[in-house]
């Protein structure tokens, strides 16, 4: 039986933001300040309910599509990214876009072209109906088949086994990915893997720090959207990784008293779009349910920024020239 008398709390770290949400999230919320509202985005910036919430109340549009954006608009495209041929929509109604795709994704984007290019058949491991999943086969659709999960890799087939390179989507669980990259290897022996890792620093980094902690834990809450893959992926890794029972939930006020049943340590980690706060709600939660103590368990330390979108790089410049001069 675990002590149920020293509660505590392990505290993931690195959790929350990452670079490229970050940027993007910052880059919606400088166009909503140089140009005032109503700013349209094209799919949910980043996949958390509580951002979009609050960007929405800030004068953000949320669209599906570019042909929901009126003529001439400006539009900010996700973080996810976007295919080539969503760009060329938005150039046929004359919208102004802005450009918030995180440079990891753009980096798969540049190999998917260069592959396709080089007439090779690029098998892209990920969630089909995923955004970046979307984005990243647009580039290159003759070329590409998506391969959802190991499970998937009998039944492919491929024009020439020869002639084929793997790429992923950047928020996946890295032993799942590597367990897919194993059997499409045992099937095609010439696979012929990417220059660098697909799978986004913060994605792997976030799953290291839970690995480390859910051995410990009789329950690990990720702090996470339903719809966002690197989350959902944190409580598959929370499970494998030796954490009795693991919750995902979007904000502190979902969390229940029944998961707390002879629990005597709670890990708390949070996804790549998630912003701190949101970690903070539910470490209070906890403490006024009696688990006060946190201790941080860190396995690494991120220090990356982007600079944000050109676009807005170029606006904030024109608005700080147009200052100069008047002044
Ligand atoms: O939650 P996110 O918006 O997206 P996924 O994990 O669903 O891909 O996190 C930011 C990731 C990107 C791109
Ligand atoms: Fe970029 Fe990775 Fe963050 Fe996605 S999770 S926005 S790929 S840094």
């Known amino acids: 039986m675990p002590d149920t008398t020293t509660k505590r709390v392990l505290l993931a770290a690195p959790r929350g933001y990452c670079a490229g ?38 004068g953000a549009i949320f669209v599906d599509e570019t042909d929901q954006v009126p003529e001439g608009a400006r539009v900010v495209f996700s973080a996810h990214g976007v295919s080539p041929a969503v760009r060329d929509a938005a150039e046929q109604r004359n919208l102004l876009t802005i450009d918030a795709t995180c440079p990891l994704v753009t980096k798969v984007h540049k190999e998917a072209i260069r592959f396709a290019r080089d007439e090779r058949t690029i098998l892209l491991i990920g969630h089909a109906g995923h955004e970046e999943v979307e984005g990243t086969a647009g580039e290159a659709p003759e070329h590409t088949i998506i391969v ?29 990915t590597m367990e897919t990259v194993r059997r499409l290897r045992e099937r095609f022996p010439a696979l ?23 051995p410990e834990c009789d329950l690990v809450i990720v702090v996470g959207s339903a719809n966002s893959s690197n989350s959902v992926r944190l409580v598959e890794v929370a499970l494998q990784s030796g954490a009795r029972t693991s919750h995902r939930i979007d904000r502190a006020t979902e969390i229940r008293d029944e998961w707390f049943d002879g629990v005597a340590t709670v890990g708390v980690t949070s ?35 982007f600079s944000l979108p050109r676009e807005i790089r170029a606006d904030l410049k024109a608005k700080e020239a147009e200052r100069a001069t008047r002044a």
């Open 21 to 58: 949400v970050d940027r993007a999230v910052i880059a919606v919320e400088k166009a909503l300040e140089l140009h005032g509202a109503p700013i349209y985005v094209r799919k949910e910036i980043v996949h958390n309910k509580y951002v979009v919430e609050t960007l929405s109340e800030r």
């Open 148 to 176: 959802n999960s190991p499970e998937d890799v009998d039944g492919l087939e491929v024009p020439d086994p020869e002639n084929v390179v793997w790429l992923s989507q950047t928020t996946l669980s890295v032993d799942e």
């Open 192 to 214: 012929q893997d990417p220059p660098s890792d697909d799978i986004c620093y913060a994605t792997q980094n976030r799953q290291v720090a839970v690995k480390k902690l859910a």
């Open 271 to 305: 996804g790549a779009s998630v912003p701190e706060i949101l970690v903070r709600d539910v470490v209070e939660a906890l403490a006024a349910r009696g688990f006060a103590t946190v201790e941080e368990v860190r396995t690494a330390t991120e220090d990356l920024m």
